[in-house]
């Protein structure tokens, strides 16, 4: 089996409730607890709010932040799927959909050691 990351953009949560981001934080811990019962979740978690986005600009490297808030990856799953359209099956139940939010699908490059 192959294995794919996910980097979730984060959706527009500024209108939820307490409750609903709670719904929310539920639905996650729901859908990589039924990736892992399947097999497929290889690792997964969130991410802490700031970092930075490094760029070289006239050979200088430039220190951010300069992610806008739409651009924002809140967290990571590493799956495992035979192919890229079972990748994009699995990724489509994704609670971050829930609230605008986008998922990103790269598959990894497995190394042989």
């Not at 089996?1 to 729901?30: C, F, V």
């Not at 699995?90 to 598959?107: M, N, W």
Request: aromatic share 8%; hydrophobic share 35%.
């Amino acid at each position: 089996m192959r294995q794919y990351m996910l980097l979730i953009h984060d959706g527009d949560w500024s209108e939820l409730s307490p409750e609903q981001m709670q719904e929310t934080i539920n639905k996650y811990i729901a859908w990589s607890r039924k990736l892992a019962d399947q097999g497929r979740m290889v690792a997964g978690d969130e991410l802490k709010e700031g970092g930075r986005k490094l760029i070289v600009k006239n050979g200088q490297i430039i220190d951010g932040p300069f992610t806008e808030t739409k651009e924002l990856i809140g967290g990571y799953f590493v799956i495992k799927a035979n192919d890229y359209d079972e990748a994009v099956a699995i990724t489509k139940e994704c609670p971050t959909f829930d609230h605008g939010g986008a998922v990103q699908i790269r598959e990894i490059n497995l190394r042989e050691n």
